[in-house]
C-alpha cells in the first residue's frame, strides 16, 4: 500500500468516525434530552435511556437532570410580624417535570437556581413578616421544660401558637409552587434549616 492510499484511508476513517459522534448521543436513565438548531428546540424531549441520533454538525443534544435537584439559599435577616428580625436560612428540593419548557424558560440549572432564588427567599419573607416571631420557633403547643425538672412548678408553658413552624414552611411551599408552574420545574419540599436570632433579639 502507497502512503498516498494509506492517508485517504486514515483521513475517510477519521472523517466516518467525526460524522459519528456528531450525529449520536448516550442519554442515561438519569438523564433527558432537548436537541436543539441553531439554538430553537426541535422535536419532543427524549427520556429513554440509550443511544439515540441527531443531524450532524447543526443539532446540539442538551441534557438535563432527572434526579431531585438541591436548592441551598444564603441566610437572609428578615422581619417578623411583632417587628422582630431574625436570620432565616432555607434548604429546598426540586426537580425538572417539563425539559422543554424549562429550556425554554430557563435554559439551565444555573437560571433555575437564579429564578428560584428569588421565588423562594420571596415568598419566605412574605410568610415571615405575617407572623410573630414565636410562630416561627416553635412547631407544636408542647409545653417547653427545663433540664432536669424537680417540681411542676419549674415546668415552663409557652405562649401557644396558632401555626407553627411546620405549617409555616408548608405555605411557603405551596406558593412557590403556583409561582414555578409555567417554568417547567416542581418544588418539591422547602426546609426551614435555621432560624438566628439578630442581637437586638438575643437581648430581648
Known sequence: MNPSSLV??????????????????????????????????????????GLHFKLPFIQTANFFEKRFLEWDGSPNQMPTKDKRFIWVDMYARWRITDPLKFFQRLRDERGAQSRLDD??????RN?????????????????AESVPIETE?????????????????????????????????????IRLKRINYVDEVEKD
Do not use: C
Request: hydrophobic content about 45%.
Open 153 to 189: 412548678e419549674e415546668r415552663v408553658v409557652l405562649e401557644e401558637i396558632a401555626k407553627g413552624r411546620r405549617a409555616i414552611a408548608s405555605g411557603i411551599l405551596e406558593a412557590a409552587r403556583a409561582r414555578t408552574l409555567d417554568l417547567g420545574i416542581e418544588v418539591l419540599d
Open 8 to 49: 485517504v484511508r486514515l483521513a475517510a476513517a477519521l472523517l466516518v468516525l467525526v460524522l459519528w459522534s456528531s450525529a449520536t448521543y448516550q442519554v442515561s436513565e438519569t438523564e433527558q434530552v432537548i436537541i436543539t438548531q441553531f439554538g430553537e428546540p426541535k422535536g419532543s424531549p427524549v427520556a429513554d435511556p
Open 119 to 124: 421565588i423562594l427567599d420571596g415568598e419566605t
Open 127 to 143: 410568610a415571615v413578616a405575617s407572623f410573630d416571631l414565636i410562630e416561627l420557633v416553635r412547631s407544636t403547643n408542647r409545653p
